[in-house]
């Protein structure tokens, strides 16, 4: 597969690089044994970022997941390797075609601007569905049993005045007010990933982000959604920062059509909500089976051990952030085939691995990480370690009573080291200059991201992710606008450095 890049890394709409560049954040400190003129430039960087979220969102099995597979692939013969059969998983795949919510009645009426859709919640016709709107608090506090459709529809012909809206078979929604996402705090995620060193950073910053996994319950939570048509979920978020929010990505198919909305627009819904006005609500989808596959691709060593360092991620995602570990991961072969090329190859072979299934409502299917463990006994089995790369180039963005705004920082990011590779780490990790980045214990109470599944069978595993609030949205720009090429390029040839030095032990 061949896609066209324009020479200032416009694709498809995405903003190209910007007029004067991006300034580099400081003077970068890389070691001797890392070849700098083989690092990716900013330049570099950016392209490759603009041309996966030009695809637009890669989510499990669509076909823009597939176009961005099969650049992987083409990328990873390029650069020297041999590219595995593929692993396929089968996929229900579940796409949104439109969605919308219009209030038909009273002084309030009118389109009401929708931040983003549940995936795989429900669908309605094309024409959407015509009913009347109840707001859960109000009608809760009136004392109606919302999961008995007879008496939501007498509550609804009391507050009418109307008998037609008492007739318990006419479709009706529900107005719920998540109350989310919450705010925490830095130290509290500290201690539940486990942190036991760090770089400096904006620690007092409130911690509350979008992709809070209380919101991806609230809505199969809410009383009565199950009798209701539809639900409409207020959200503590402004439209900017909510636009596009793909929550949940790993849930199986509900059978409740429901939608998004920020705070702004949910004054209004709860203001119109208090005469139970009529709404047209839509929300269409188109449903495929299909399948999906994982990605391996072998760079062989120089012949000087039969080991292997794995190199991790996974491909679907929403924009930039979810998921360029694949781009670094393309870029990291470049860097080491040059590198082979000129005779300073590493020792090691090796084993990029970018898994499927991480957008998808079945994890059942998905084995992910624990998949190409158990599909590949043999690399696994020879290898010395696994490095595991998610969410690069992360700039952190609050979304508070200033307004939706960067603060010019790094985000929070960790990375979850095994003690056998403690020391290594701490040293390399201090060398960079990488502001709210932490370091993490492989047995704290939260582990996340696909590298998980190395340190539950005992393999020395370095796994690095960020969190960022638009983890999970899905903008037409592909949060480009929110990459810092320069900070993944420092991670980058962190990252880099460790595989160079991890090669060197014995």
């Keep these: ?185 830095r130290a509290d995620l500290d201690a539940e990933t486990g942190v036991f060193h760090r770089q400096p950073g904006d620690d007092d910053t409130p911690w509350k982000t979008l992709w809070d996994r209380k919101l991806w319950k609230a809505v199969a939570a809410a009383p009565g959604a199950r009798a209701a048509a539809g639900v409409v979920c207020v959200v503590d978020a402004s439209y900017q920062a909510l636009e596009g929010n793909y929550v949940p990505p790993l849930a199986g198919y509900l059978g409740i059509p429901a939608l998004y909305v920020d705070r702004e627009a949910g004054t209004r819904l709860r203001r119109a909500a208090t005469t139970a006005p009529r709404i047209r609500f839509t929300m269409t989808a188109r449903r495929t089976a299909t399948r999906t596959p994982s990605i391996v691709a072998v760079l062989p060593g120089d012949g000087g051990t039969d080991r292997t360092l794995i190199c991790n991620t996974h491909s679907d995602g929403t924009n930039f952030v979810e998921e360029n570990g694949a781009v670094a991961l393309v870029e990291i072969a470049r860097y080491l085939n040059a590198l082979r090329l000129r005779g300073r190859g590493l020792r090691h072979t090796v084993v990029f691995s970018a898994v499927t ?83 993490a214990r492989r047995d704290a109470p939260m582990y996340a991201g696909v590298g998980k599944a190395f340190a539950d069978i005992d393999l020395p595993a370095l796994s690095f992710l960020s969190a960022p609030t638009y983890l999970l949205t899905t903008p037409v720009n592909g949060c480009l606008d929110k990459l810092d090429p320069a900070l993944m390029r420092r991670q980058m040839t962190w990252f880099i450095d460790l595989l160079h030095r991890l090669d060197a032990q014995p």
Aim: proline share 8%.
């Design 357 to 439: 299934g991480h957008f998808n409502g079945d994890p059942a299917r998905f084995p992910e990480t624990e998949g190409f463990i158990a599909d590949h006994p043999d690399l696994v089995g020879r290898a010395t370690a696994a490095l595991t790369l998610e969410h690069l180039g992360v700039t952190e963005w609050l979304d508070d009573e200033q307004g939706y705004r960067t603060t010019g920082l790094p985000d929070w990011g960790v990375m979850w080291v095994d003690e056998r590779l403690e020391k290594l780490a701490v040293e390399r990790f201090d060398h960079y200059d990488l502001p709210n980045h932490r370091l």
């Design 1 to 185: 597969m061949t896609i066209r890049i324009e020479s200032d890394g416009a694709l498809a709409g995405i903003p190209g690089w910007p007029s004067g560049g991006f300034p580099a954040a400081g003077p970068e400190r890389i070691p001797s044994y890392v070849e700098a003129g083989l690092l990716p430039s900013l330049r570099e960087i950016y392209q490759d970022n603009a041309l996966m979220v030009g695809l637009g969102p890669r989510i499990t099995g669509s076909r823009a997941h597939d176009d961005f597979i099969g650049w992987l692939h083409e990328q990873f013969q390029r650069n020297g390797c041999d590219v595995l059969p593929y692993a396929y998983s089968p996929c229900n795949l579940w796409e949104a075609l439109s969605w919308g919510v219009s209030v038909l009645d009273g002084r309030l009426a009118g389109d009401v601007p929708v931040a983003a859709y549940y995936p795989r919640g429900g669908e309605t016709p094309d024409e959407g569905l015509v009913g009347r709107l109840v707001d859960v608090e109000t009608a809760a506090a009136a004392g109606v049993d919302l999961t008995d459709p007879a008496a939501v529809a007498g509550w609804l012909a009391e507050v009418t005045g109307e008998p037609a809206a008492g007739d318990p078979a006419a479709p009706y929604f529900l107005l719920i007010d998540s109350h989310l996402p919450e705010v925490g705090s």
